[in-house]
């Protein structure tokens, strides 16, 4: 069950290559944060937040697009993604912050 959105901003559109990178991406950085003892819980929560989302199709926060937009581009930036995803996280960092700044405006 997805949680309650208290700041509601929008959900993301994404084509299949591009949400399937997210999913990804939101996965490889949970699986990571388990042998970490530096991540603390509630940015584990978040982040686990933003996979329910991308799963349920949900409505995402300000927050969630902004902390989604900044794992893929640590995911792009340490190389970890596979090449055929760097197009696909690049749009997902397009989409997530085209949908924030409408949100702010």
Do not use: N, Y
């Amino acid at each position: 069950m997805t949680a309650s959105v208290t700041d509601p901003c929008g959900r993301l559109e994404l084509p299949h290559a591009e949400a399937w990178a997210a999913h990804a991406t939101v996965e490889h950085w949970l699986r990571d944060a388990v042998d970490r003892t530096t991540v603390d819980d509630v940015r584990i929560e978040r982040v686990s937040r933003i996979l329910d989302r991308l799963e349920a199709d949900g409505v995402f926060t300000t927050d969630e697009l902004s902390l989604l937009c900044e794992l893929c581009r640590d995911r792009l930036s340490a190389s970890a993604a596979p090449t055929r995803d760097h197009s696909a996280l690049r749009a997902v960092i397009d989409a997530a912050e085209t949908q924030r700044e409408r949100c702010v405006q």
